[in-house]
């Protein structure tokens, strides 16, 4: 269900023309454990994204570059939609991939809860 697309192995996804979103690697990986092993583990309690974010709701990283933290991870704007139904998760940070683009374009959703 989820295809994990870890930033810092991704320059393939900025060839192709993808919108995706910007999630905790920690809550990929919980996540993923539990759709696996669902008797073993525990669905992750929360998607929180404020852990990208400064005091001033500034992003913590620069999304414009390959060089992204290893405990930021991205999946398919699909996969993101998913989740909200499940979990109240904000704010939506994207990263629009276009054919040809050397760098993705971020957006940055729905930040003042």
């Not at 810092?8 to 023309?17: G, K």
């Not at 001033?56 to 570059?65: A, G, I, K, V, Y």
Request: negative net charge.
């Amino acid at each position: 269900m989820f295809d994990y697309a870890g930033i810092t192995e991704t320059n393939n996804l900025f060839h192709e023309n993808k919108t995706l979103a910007i999630i905790p690697s920690s809550f990929l990986h919980r996540w993923r454990l539990w759709l696996t092993r669902p008797t073993e583990y525990e669905r992750p309690e929360s998607l929180d994204n404020t852990v990208f974010l400064c005091e001033h709701d500034m992003l913590t990283f620069d999304p414009e570059t390959y060089e992204i933290e290893n405990d930021v991870a991205a999946i398919l704007y699909t996969e993101w939609q998913t989740l909200k139904q499940i979990y109240t998760a904000r704010p939506l940070i994207s990263l629009e991939c276009k054919k040809g683009q050397e760098r993705a374009i971020y957006r940055m959703y729905d930040y003042h809860m």
